[in-house]
């Protein structure tokens, strides 16, 4: 197993190299870079931003010239300014320079400052991430508290009437979209047409810092409760049907008989000896789930509850043509999900040591 998490180790480089390489060169095709982008609000032609031209953070642009050789939109402008904007931006450098300075930058987790704050990627980062890590934690906590015992009631009850019920709340769950729910959530709860129970926006009201601390907590929980509670209704259906899974074959297996037939009751068998076997795989498996909660489904809930996170900031990141925050957000967190892959990978074998990884060659 150590063999194993070696080889997993070397081929993290390679394997952020590669992720960095392939956004790099997409970002290269994308239209509208930074220079266009501050062109067209120096110009008053916001709408400009959209004609042809390329280019990467911390990467080359690639604009779309005219015969004067100017930036479209930028008849009026001295070339001179041009220039110096693309001074500023980094792009008067050929793209492989760049690249090959931008990753020696990140891996000393230098990842510059943000083209239009004029603060340092980390230092947003940091600021944004408790809003990121509190909807991760939380919807991860409540899908394990609401899919494990469910998980078991269907195991017991299999074939029953409680179990095809379930199973269509499972389906449900499992075929929509938790950003889909946040809208339905909205529509319903937050004043988009019936109630208005819950905020719109954000994850605390303006008079926070004004409130006692039960009256923080309390704000908190309420500006809380829609977003995690689309995380969980998207997130729970899989796990629900691993926990079932897992305890309906461990209650197939000899042992399980054998307690029977020494008397003790189905719920001794199942909680002394059917449950510590059967959670092995579904405790082994939170580190990952906890990957796909911060980075997949909480980017769309931020975005759709305003929630200012990191998922929101990658998205203006995004719009605005930011690099160095596109960049380094998907440097730094390429980086955590590899890690916390191989974690997972690893309390699988801890928790089970038939689990042996060291048979593979990746």
Do not use: C
Request: glycine fraction near 10%.
């Amino acid at each position: 197993m150590l063999a194993y998490a070696l080889r997993r180790l070397l081929l993290m480089p390679l394997t952020l190299l590669g992720i960095m390489l392939i956004n790099f060169a997409i970002a290269q095709m994308a239209p509208g870079g930074p220079v266009e982008q501050l062109i067209a609000r120096i110009e008053g032609q916001a709408g400009s931003t959209t004609q042809r031209i390329s280019g990467a953070g911390g990467g080359e642009v690639q604009a779309v010239r005219q015969q004067s050789g100017a930036y479209r939109g930028a008849q009026g402008l001295d070339p001179k300014f041009i220039a110096e904007i693309e001074k500023q931006f980094g792009f008067d450098k050929p793209a492989h320079e760049r690249f090959i300075t931008m990753i020696g930058n990140y891996l000393r987790f230098d990842f510059g400052k943000s083209f239009y704050r004029d603060v340092s990627v980390i230092d947003l980062i940091l600021e944004k991430m408790p809003v990121s890590i509190s909807l991760g934690l939380w919807s991860t906590l409540i899908i394990y508290l609401v899919s494990i015992p469910l998980g078991i009631a269907k195991a017991r009850r299999d074939g029953s009437g409680f179990d095809i019920a379930t199973s269509w709340a499972v389906i449900i769950g499992y075929a929509v979209p938790g950003f889909l729910f946040a809208i339905l959530l909205i529509v319903v709860f937050a004043g988009g047409r019936y109630l208005a129970w819950f905020p719109l926006r954000g994850l605390t009201s303006v008079d926070f810092q004004s409130l006692s601390w039960a009256g923080k907590a309390m704000d908190y929980l309420w500006h809380l409760t829609l977003p995690v509670t689309a995380l969980v209704i998207g997130g729970f259906a899989s796990l629900v049907m691993l926990t079932k899974n897992s305890f309906l074959e461990e209650i197939g297996k000899q042992y399980v008989i054998t307690a029977r037939a020494k008397g003790l009751s189905d719920t001794q068998v199942l909680y002394r000896h059917v449950f510590r076997n059967a959670m092995l795989l579904v405790i082994a498996g939170f580190p990952a789930a906890l990957v796909g909660i911060l980075f997949a489904g909480s980017i769309l809930v931020e975005i759709i509850f305003s929630l200012d996170g990191i998922g929101l900031l990658g998205f203006e990141a995004v719009t605005n043509r930011d690099y160095p925050v596109m960049f380094g957000t998907l440097y730094m967190f390429s980086l955590l999900g590899l890690v916390l892959n191989l974690i997972s990978d690893l309390t699988y074998h801890y928790v089970d040591p038939r689990i042996d990884f060291s048979s593979r060659k990746v």
